[in-house]
Nanobody, 123 residues
Framework: QVQLVESGGGLVQAGGSLRLSCVAS????????MGWFRQAPGKERELVAA?????????QATDVTGRFTISRDNDVKNTVYLQMNSLKSEDTGVYYC???????????????WGQGTQVTVSS
C-alpha cells in the first residue's frame, strides 16, 4: 500500500509559475518511480511528467516540454516536485501524483493515486 500526498496547487495568472510537491509513503525502504497526471474538466487523465526511482530518466509530455520540470528531492526519499513555468490556461486541471515502477507510472497503471491538487490558470 502506497499513500501519496500532493500540495502546491492554486490560482495563477497565465505566464506565472507554480511548484507542486508529492510525498509517497509505504511500508518499504524502496524508492519508487513517480509521476504527475492531470485531468482537465471533461477530459481524460493524461500523463504530464515522470521520473525514475533514481532520477536518471525523466519524461515530459510534448505540450509541457521546456515549461515543466520534474525532479526528485535528493534528501527526502520518494518526494518529487513539478516546477511549472510559463503556465497557460490549458494547463488548468486537477494534478494527481502516482508512484510505482517507471513503466507503471508511464502507463498510469500503478493503482496508487494522491487526492489531487487543483491548478487554475487564468487568462
Amino acid at each position: 500500500q502506497v499513500q501519496l500526498v500532493e500540495s502546491g496547487g492554486g490560482l495563477v495568472q497565465a505566464g506565472g509559475s507554480l511548484r507542486l510537491s508529492c510525498v509517497a509513503s509505504a511500508r518499504t525502504s524502496s524508492s519508487f518511480a513517480m509521476g504527475w497526471f492531470r485531468q482537465a474538466p471533461g477530459k481524460e487523465r493524461e500523463l504530464v511528467a515522470a521520473i525514475s526511482d533514481t532520477g536518471s530518466a525523466t519524461y515530459q509530455a510534448t505540450d509541457v516540454t521546456g515549461r515543466f520540470t520534474i525532479s526528485r528531492d535528493n534528501d527526502v526519499k520518494n518526494t518529487v516536485y513539478l516546477q511549472m513555468n510559463s503556465l497557460k490556461s490549458e494547463d488548468t486541471g486537477v494534478y494527481y501524483c502516482t508512484a510505482g515502477t517507471y513503466g507503471q507510472v508511464r502507463g498510469g497503471a500503478t493503482g496508487y493515486w494522491g487526492q489531487g491538487t487543483q491548478v487554475t490558470v487564468s487568462s
